[in-house]
């Protein structure tokens, strides 16, 4: 366990970050938070999770998640979107070859406010790095890309995100995709030079 401080909002208690995978006490109260979140904003029943869900918590209660996945490990929830395998979508856009296993899908996205996304954000784009992941590949609302983009980190399209390639899947998600998503990626670093630069 370790904590985290947040530098865009005023202070009110000190966040802690926890890595929660299956069988983690605070699991099943992380994937709760994340399908009420989805449930209340899209009226959306999340069919599944990330392997692993990072949570933050204020005075012990969840107050924002984020799950990630390793390309390497499997076939991504966002290439279901795509026309080719990720990492070729991904050299495209980097104009160089980009090795799977240094991609990691981001999803499960929730949080009370948008202070708290920027804030488990940044928590897991550390605890990424440090993994040794270089890419970041996501499904965004145009919310989250505005949230990016104020931060100065305008993400990359890749593609839409069409929910008529989910099939009948794709009624679980409610109005999320009246959103308009789009698969997105990022380089971790540059995220973390900007954090740093807000210091």
Request: proline share 7%; net charge positive; aromatic share 8%.
């Amino acid at each position: 366990m370790r904590a985290y401080r947040h530098h865009f909002l005023p202070q009110r208690s000190l966040p802690t970050v926890r890595h929660t995978v299956d069988g983690h006490p605070r699991r099943a109260a992380a994937e709760d938070f994340v399908r009420a979140v989805f449930r209340r904003r899209y009226g959306a029943e999340v069919p599944g999770f990330a392997p692993n869900l990072m949570v933050l918590e204020r005075d012990a209660r969840i107050v924002a998640a984020a799950g990630w996945r390793s390309a390497a490990e499997d076939r991504l929830m966002l290439e279901h979107y795509l026309d080719r395998s990720v990492e070729e979508a991904l050299a495209r856009l980097a104009g160089q070859p980009v090795p799977r296993g240094r991609i990691v899908e981001v999803g499960n996205l929730a949080a009370e406010r948008p202070g708290s996304s920027v804030d488990v954000i940044f928590a897991l784009a550390a605890h990424l790095d440090r993994l040794g992941y270089e890419w970041v590949a996501f499904t965004a609302t145009a919310e989250l890309i505005g949230i990016f983009r104020r931060l100065g980190l305008p993400p990359l399209a890749i593609a839409p995100a069409d929910p008529h390639r989910l099939g009948e899947q794709a009624r679980a998600w409610g109005s999320y995709y009246a959103t308009g998503p789009v698969v997105v990626a990022g380089r971790i670093r540059l995220a973390l030079d900007k954090a740093a630069g807000h210091g």
